[in-house]
């Protein structure tokens, strides 16, 4: 049975290939427009889509190399900062039995109740510390994978990275909110990614303005 960081990431980076097929579609769309508002009215009009294999590639490449630090990121806050308070077995519940084994009579029980210290810690770590790493990490990657220089990743980097921190901000924290009260820790990351095919397109219209 395949571990859920390999499901995981599978799933995250068809999800990946995707958002860039439609990103494609969407720029292929607007530069169709671009170039028809540029012709005369007797010209017919054409439609002619092509996707590009290699953005694709670098996309889903990306995503695999991406994907398993973001999963075990997750599992730490969670382990660190758990969701839901924990309560010690009360008295009764600890009495000893014949039968009772001292670790199942001491572990700790969920109460399902929220825990919203925890859960605003997570939030800041998720969009100050993993969003910065992340956003670095797919400047420099991306621009890495298109041949780039290190001199002209550092400078994408720096050009590139603020920008899209504050772009992400806009959406990511209540993405990352939903995640750390609803979805499961194991799930968290395949719905990043769902909510990261509709980026991609976002990103994309807002480009080509």
């Known amino acids: 049975m395949p571990s859920p960081i ?26 169709q427009q671009q170039t028809q508002l540029s012709r005369t009215s007797t010209n017919p009009p054409t439609h002619n889509l092509s996707l590009s294999l290699t ?6 490449l990306f995503t695999i190399l991406n994907c398993p630090p973001n999963i075990l990121w997750q599992e ?14 009360t008295p009764a519940a600890t009495t000893t039995t014949a039968k009772e084994k ?19 810690i997570k939030l800041l770590l998720d969009q100050t510390l993993g969003a910065a790493l992340n ?20 400078d994408a980097v720096g050009k590139d990275f603020w920008p899209m921190m504050k ?4 959406v990511w ?4 909110l939903v995640n750390f009260t609803v979805i499961p820790v194991h799930r968290r990351i395949v719905v990043g990614s769902l909510v990261g ?13």
Do not use: C
């Open 6 to 31: 390999l499901t995981t990431t599978i799933q995250s980076s068809l999800l990946a290939a995707l958002s860039n097929i439609l990103a494609q579609i969407v720029s292929s769309y607007q530069q």
């Open 76 to 89: 730490f806050l969670e382990q660190r900062f758990p969701g839901v308070h924990k309560q010690d077995a």
């Open 55 to 60: 953005p694709i590639l670098q996309f889903i």
């Open 167 to 170: 772009a992400g901000w806009r």
């Open 197 to 209: 095919v509709g980026w991609g397109v976002y990103l994309s219209l807002m480009a080509g303005r």
């Open 135 to 154: 956003t670095v990490a797919f400047i420099a990657i991306m621009a890495g994978l298109r041949g780039a220089s290190s001199k002209a990743v550092a």
């Open 102 to 120: 001292p670790a199942q009579r001491q572990q700790p029980q969920k109460t399902g109740r929220l825990n919203v210290r925890n859960t605003l």
């Open 173 to 176: 924290p209540v993405v990352a």
